[in-house]
């Protein structure tokens, strides 16, 4: 089983030799996780939060937590997603109609 091509490919050598990194059994196995259908459901549910994330930090100003400690920092975070949550909820409230204000 000797490869016609050798002379070419190892002329100065009895082999050729591939070298591969230390690293490559975790990429092989992060290529492996890529194809998976949990990975793409987890990629479209974290575009989701991204977007949220980001319209706090550019139209909230919450890019740094002011209250100090773990419990100040999770207590500012859950009032600014309470805030969140609470503005996505007031788009399906429904607009009080004009004429029924008037007639009252």
Do not use: W
Not at 63 to 92: C, H, I, M, S, V
């Amino acid at each position: 089983a000797v490869c016609p091509l050798k002379s070419k490919c190892c002329p100065s050598a009895p082999f050729r030799k591939v070298s591969r990194s230390i690293y490559e059994h975790a990429r092989d196995k992060v290529k492996r996780l890529r194809e998976t259908e949990e990975y793409e459901q987890s990629r479209r549910d974290r575009k989701k939060v991204e977007m949220s994330f980001a319209h706090l930090k550019c139209q909230h100003r919450f890019r740094r937590l002011r209250l100090r400690g773990p419990t100040g920092a999770n207590d500012e975070f859950l009032l600014a997603a309470t805030t969140q949550k609470l503005r996505k909820l007031a788009k399906y409230a429904p607009i009080p109609s004009t004429k029924l204000a008037n007639a009252a």
